[in-house]
Structure formats: structure tokens, C-alpha cells
């Protein structure tokens, strides 16, 4: 069959990194379209896919007012532009690979899953996680029966102090106003891979966090507004100069350091920390989305399973303890740990590595995946080979919401029905399903 046609709505790192993956697989997909206002990054990805110049927009309008001229999109603008998109190229007929969040609050995810829904088409959320080999072989552990019935899980995303800095700190998930909670942004991955390994989304959550290390309390008395100029620099472990210049000497011509600059020169670099964002010091910054937050969660039948966000580490792999009636499971992202209660034994399970968890290195597999699963289910016409649908997604969506109204009114929130009646937009008391 010809290869599916793809538009790619917002070439930023994880528009670029998506189609990245078609440029592996030319038989199977290719990019014929693109929207992004920044012309560097639009002439890139013209250049890389053979992008006809006609196709080559500022706007994504420009492309919708075309009508249907390809397979499909993969809509990776920024999170509080994600419904009009999705709304327009679902009403045209698209099949939709939809970067996360879906939306930052709940009517809008709702009007994600009831645009999908009501045009027929196939939407694809950007849950990564789900898609990598670690996840689906610890998937198969579970669902296998081996631990028996899972009573509790310990699930922990160690953030990374320079991630945070980067993002959440100086960059565009700064402030919830500007784009969503923390929880949202950057954890919804994992209350919906919790959701995904447990089987069935939580009933009820509570939550705790704040933003506690980075604010102008915490700012040294001789610090300046911006790194290159600050006399503290050489013992602050959050220097932009010492982060993105390392990067810069090393040859890292990456994310993040690709956030920050397009041309890869030390004057380029050092014009970007004198009056961009990233240079900014990390305790004068306009931000208040929180540094660390824990959720509980419970599951309907009575399992429960904890999640721990926190800045204060050095990036690394998710870390997850499942407990069971039979066995337990140990995972640190790369390897797992089975206990076995009735012969005692143990069995190290080590699914092959597909690159690091971060976005340069393709989320472990994660994003290759995603786009594998997207492409074969637009060609094939079967979305049961997507596993992050607009259903499984707004329920885990749902449990973010719930966890950051617990968090910030001090309350235990039970989750709302999800699809009663079968429309996204309705709400009734009936159980949450998956």
C-alpha cells in the first residue's frame, strides 16, 4: 500500500522528533505538509522531507482551508492550542496523532474526544510510555497473572534539577496559566501509565505539593537576574551558562540545548542567555507551577498506588515497585525484578533498549513506537493498534484534574463518570470506566 501522508502541525522538538521517525521509514509514511511560525525550524523540515514549498505554512489554517489532502496530522503545537486544531482536521476527515496534554482542563478534553468521536477518525495521544519495550514486557508480567492481584503500586518520576530548571522553571511549562499544573504537563504520562499497568483508571485520588526551592526566597544575596553575569555561578548548580555551554562544548546539538538556539555557536548561545528565557536565574523567574507532588490513588476493588514527582534529582529512569498476592515487581525503566511468593525465586527481565527516557533520546522507545502504532493503524484502518485512544486518554486526563483539585483545596476527589451515554460531554454518577 502507498505510504500514509502526513501534515505536521507545530515543528518544535516533538513535531520534528515524530517526523523524524517517518524519515526511517519512507516506505511506510511520508510528510507532505507543514505549519510553524519560526522559519528556521519550518525550513528544516521542509529540507529534510522534500516538503513541496506551497505546503510550507506559517498557520495551520492555511492547511485546513485546503480540505483533505493527506492520511493524517500529528498536532504538536503547545498545550493550550491543541483543541481548535484537533477540532478542524478531525471535521475534514484526518486521523489524528495528538501530542500531550490533550487540553488543560476538562471541558477541552472533552471536546477533543467528542470532535474525534463525532467525525469518525482515529486520535493517537502522545503517552509515550506506553508504546516503549520496558512497558509492554512489564504489561504482559502483569496481565500473565504472575504477581497474582495487584494490591499496590509505588511509582516515582525523578524530574531531574536541570529538566526542571529548563521546562518548568525558565521555559514555556513554567506556569500553569500559560500552559497546565505540573501534573498535567509533565506527570499525566504517568497517572495514565499507572492506569494502563493497573488495568482500569483510579476511583479516588488525594494529592500534595508545592513549589518549594525555586522562588525568590531561595536566591542567593549576590545573584544576578542573569547567569552570565552572576558572581555565584560557579557554585550554583542551576547555571545556565555551566548547563547549556557544556552542551554547547560537548557537541550535545540536542534538546535541550535545542530549545534555546537554533544556530549552535558559542555567540549564539551567549546572545540567547543574555535576553532569552533560559538565561534567566532560576530564583527570579515568573514561575509557580510546584517542584514536587505526590498522588494517591485508589483503584476500584480496593488497590491502591502511590506516584512521587520531585525535581531534586539527576534525571533518570521512572522507578516502579508493584505488589501483588503472588509476587512482586521491581522496575527502574530498564530492568525488571520479579519475587516469586510461592518458590521463592527471583527472574531479572531486561527488554531490549531503544535510546534514553529523554526527548533526545526518543523516550526509551517510546516516541518510535507511538508513531509505529499511529502509521500502521491509519494504513490498516484498525485502531485497536492504538493503545492511548481518546477514551483510555480522557480517563487518565480525569485523574490529573481530580489530583490537582485535591492538591490545592485539601480534599479526597472522587473521579467523575467518564462516558455515560456514550458522549464525552455528559456527566452523571455512573462508575468510571476504562
Not at 151 to 161: I, K, N, R
Not at 210 to 238: G, K
Request: charged residues 20%.
Amino acid at each position: 500500500m502507498p505510504p500514509v501522508s502526513l501534515l505536521v502541525i507545530g515543528a518544535g522538538d516533538r513535531g520534528t522528533g515524530y517526523a523524524e521517525w517517518v524519515l526511517k521509514h519512507p516506505d511506510r509514511a511520508a510528510v507532505v505538509g507543514v505549519a510553524e511560525p519560526r522559519g528556521v525550524r519550518r525550513d528544516r523540515i521542509v529540507a529534510a522531507h522534500g516538503i513541496a514549498r506551497e505546503n510550507a505554512v506559517l498557520d495551520w489554517k492555511e492547511l485546513a482551508a485546503r480540505g483533505r489532502f493527506a492520511d493524517a496530522v500529528l498536532i504538536c503545537t503547545l498545550d493550550r492550542a491543541h483543541v481548535e486544531p484537533t477540532e478542524a482536521f478531525a471535521a475534514l476527515g484526518y486521523h489524528i496523532l495528538l501530542e500531550k496534554p490533550m487540553a488543560p482542563d476538562e471541558e477541552s478534553c472533552r471536546r477533543v474526544v467528542n470532535a474525534v468521536e463525532e467525525a469518525g477518525v482515529m486520535l493517537a495521544v502522545g503517552h509515550v510510555l506506553r508504546y516503549t519495550p520496558y512497558t509492554q514486557a512489564l504489561k504482559a508480567v502483569v496481565d500473565s497473572g504472575r504477581l497474582g492481584d495487584i494490591v499496590s503500586v509505588q511509582h516515582l518520576e525523578p524530574v531531574g534539577f536541570w529538566h526542571q530548571a529548563h521546562s518548568f522553571v525558565r521555559g514555556n511549562w513554567r506556569r500553569a496559566d500559560g500552559s497546565a499544573s505540573m501534573l498535567m504537563a509533565k506527570s499525566c504520562h504517568d497517572l495514565d501509565w499507572l492506569q494502563y499497568i493497573v488495568g482500569q483508571p483510579p476511583e479516588r485520588v488525594s494529592s500534595f505539593g508545592r513549589l518549594s526551592h525555586f522562588t525568590p526566597a531561595n536566591r542567593p544575596a549576590e545573584a544576578a537576574d542573569r547567569c552570565v553575569e552572576c558572581p555565584v555561578a560557579q557554585r550554583c548548580p542551576y547555571s545556565a551558562a555551566h548547563f547549556y555551554g557544556g552542551m554547547l562544548d560537548r557537541g550535545e546539538h540536542h534538546w535541550p540545548l535545542s530549545v534555546v538556539v537554533d544556530d549552535f555557536t558559542p555567540q549564539a548561545l551567549d546572545r540567547a542567555l543574555r535576553t532569552g528565557p533560559y538565561g534567566r536565574c532560576v530564583y527570579a523567574c515568573d514561575n509557580d507551577v510546584v517542584d514536587h507532588q505526590v498522588v494517591a490513588m485508589e483503584f476500584p476493588g480496593g488497590a491502591t498506588a502511590t506516584f512521587t514527582m520531585t525535581a531534586f534529582n539527576e534525571a533518570a529512569h521512572r522507578k516502579t515497585r508493584i505488589f501483588g498476592t503472588r509476587g512482586e515487581l521491581y522496575g527502574d525503566g530498564g530492568t525488571m525484578r520479579i519475587h516469586d511468593f510461592l518458590t521463592r525465586g527471583a527472574e531479572d527481565i531486561t527488554p531490549s533498549r531503544q535510546g534514553s527516557m529523554t526527548a533526545a533520546g526518543g523516550h526509551g522507545g517510546g516516541d518510535a513506537g507511538l508513531m509505529d502504532a499511529f502509521v500502521e493503524a491509519v494504513a490498516t484502518g484498525d485502531p485497536t493498534r492504538i493503545t492511548s485512544g481518546p477514551r483510555d486518554s480522557l480517563a487518565s486526563h480525569l485523574a490529573v484534574l481530580a489530583a490537582e483539585r485535591a492538591r490545592l483545596n485539601g480534599t479526597v476527589e472522587t473521579l467523575p463518570a467518564l462516558f455515560p451515554h456514550g458522549h464525552a460531554s455528559a456527566r452523571t454518577d455512573e462508575p468510571t470506566v476504562g
